[in-house]
């Protein structure tokens, strides 16, 4: 039986969604990066990309915040794009840790790979294979531009942030040395932790991740702009790394509870993919214990449970006008 949800529909539950959680107190802003614990708390915005590059939205979607882990997807997307999804896997893999995403340990026990690009050691390791090697301006530019086509428009770099993230980076500087050690770093080790460092301190907006997402959902085209970013055969790769280690430590619980691949980043922002159907991202700076934003997270599950939305689910859904 075909399950046919109108635009309407999803912008009324999206709405229900945001007046449910907006005055919601829970978690803290991540307070070992200042500018981070800075940002006003009681930001919150839902934003959804459809197929047909309709945008839906609610709330803050147009405040610019840090991207931060977020930005390793479309790293990771970039690797694919220049070595191909066979190299990705021997050079880094795509295997979830099941430890918290600045994890050390996690090297240590799986030393012949960093496990995924989606965790920061595998994040440092896909920053040092972006090409051309040894030239961190090029590289620099190979990552925003292809951000830019990712979300449809451009990041801006937060230079508050990024000198907050230099100044406090002690643990990824470890990582980055043993990655050395490992020879599992491709480049120098502190040019490739500046540039994840500079990435994760791109600011983006709820409505540019929702575009973003939404073009890993519809192949590798964006549906805003109408562009092939990518090609088709990496957005299965992209969305199962995502569905692996979207949330660390967490990434079973989210599964089970929400239905949706997504990927989550210490600035508040959250964004899933619905493969063929939608890209939905939410943003609000108090974060949980293990790192994900409190309300982002309720929203969306609250969004894909209302509309009875899984992508374990055999029916999928049909977006009617």
Known sequence: MENKIS???????????????????????????????????????????????????????????????????????????????????????ADATGLPFNSIFAILLENDHPSTPLVNAGAIAACSMVLPAGDN????????????????SAPVLLEEL????SETNFNNRAISWLLKNYNRIYDDP????DLYTRQCSLGITAEQLAIMSGTIAND?????????????????????????????????????????????????????????????????????SAGNSVKAQLAIKFIMNKLKLNIFNNDRPVITE
């Open 7 to 93: 635009v309407s529909l999803i912008q009324e539950v999206m709405e229900e969604a945001y007046e449910t959680f907006k005055n919601n107190n829970e978690g803290a802003n991540a307070n070992y990066i200042p500018f981070l614990a800075n940002v006003p708390s009681d930001l919150f915005g839902i934003a959804i990309c459809l197929q047909s590059g309709k945008i839906l939205k609610v709330g803050d979607t147009s405040f610019v915040f840090g991207i931060e882990s977020v930005s390793k997807v479309p790293t990771a997307i970039l690797i694919l794009k220049q070595y191909g999804a066979e190299k990705v896997v021997q050079m880094i893999g």
């Open 137 to 152: 301006k090029q590289k620099w530019d190979a990552i925003t531009e292809n951000i830019e086509q990712l979300c449809g």
């Open 220 to 288: 590798g085209i964006n549906p805003v702009t109408g562009k092939i970013i990518f090609d088709s055969a990496y957005a299965s790769k992209i969305t199962s790394m995502i569905a692996s280690v979207g949330f660390y430590q967490h990434t079973g619980d989210w599964l089970y509870e929400s239905g949706l691949p997504a990927k989550t980043g210490v600035g508040g922002g959250v964004m899933g993919v619905y493969p063929g159907i939608f890209g939905i991202s939410a943003f609000a700076p108090p974060l949980d």
């Open 190 to 193: 502190m040019s490739s932790l």
């Open 162 to 165: 990024y000198k907050s993230e």
